[in-house]
């Protein structure tokens, strides 16, 4: 068989797949699915499934790798770490797969995916600090000890896609991305102004 061929074909398995998984959530729950039962509803092989993926939590994090890639994309095209188009590329890809995020993220989901994508996105908001320490005037700046900042961001960022999904998509991801950027951005101009003990005295 053809390499192009041979391609097409292993995406037309992935697709299949992944929209076998996001109809079983919806019905019932991630935790609760078996990789026999997501191989039955997309009626191909177990064989061709471990061709794959390992298990069906390797197939959830293989979808969300592609959102980070995006992102670390954008960061390069773009040549700077500030830009709101970094994350509308994100939003895009949430966007393109509102089902399976809408129903991971829900009650039927799976608290290790939460966890996941938290955990993803706090390495992610280190890695835009520490990018833009290079950046004399960046707003981007937090102490790189500082597990609070990130921790934060990421898990506003987590509530912003649940709300934004749970509600329809009232914006598109651009704008969703905007509003986020400048949340972010405030926070982190904040707490950049911060210093050991500064802000609990103060409130003393």
């Given amino acids: 068989m ?3 061929a041979n391609n097409l074909r292993v995406r037309r398995t992935q697709k299949l797949l992944r929209e076998a998984l996001i109809e079983l959530i919806e019905e019932r729950s991630f935790d609760a699915l078996t990789v026999g039962e997501i191989t039955g509803r997309a009626m191909v092989s177990r064989a061709a499934f471990y061709r794959n993926y390992q298990d069906k939590y390797d197939l959830v994090e293989q979808i969300f790798a592609e959102a980070m890639q995006a992102l670390f994309t954008a960061v390069s095209d773009t040549g700077t770490v500030h830009s709101p188009e970094i ?25 290790w995916f939460v966890l996941k994508m938290r955990a993803s996105l706090v390495d992610l908001v280190k890695e835009f600090g520490r990018l833009a320490q290079g950046y004399p005037a960046a707003p981007l700046i937090y102490p790189a000890a500082d597990e609070f900042v990130p921790n934060l961001i990421a898990t506003m960022l987590v509530e912003a896609i649940v709300w934004w999904l749970e509600q329809g998509q009232p914006y598109p991801p651009a704008e969703i991305a905007r509003r986020c950027v400048l949340l972010g951005g405030a926070i982190f101009n904040e707490t950049s102004t911060w210093q050991d003990g500064t802000v609990g005295k103060a409130a003393g």
Avoid: D, T
């Fill in 2 to 4: 053809s390499q192009p």
């Fill in 87 to 111: 994350w509308v590329k994100f939003f895009e890809h949430i966007a393109e797969y509102e089902r399976l995020y809408r129903a991971l993220l829900g009650r039927k989901g799976s608290p």
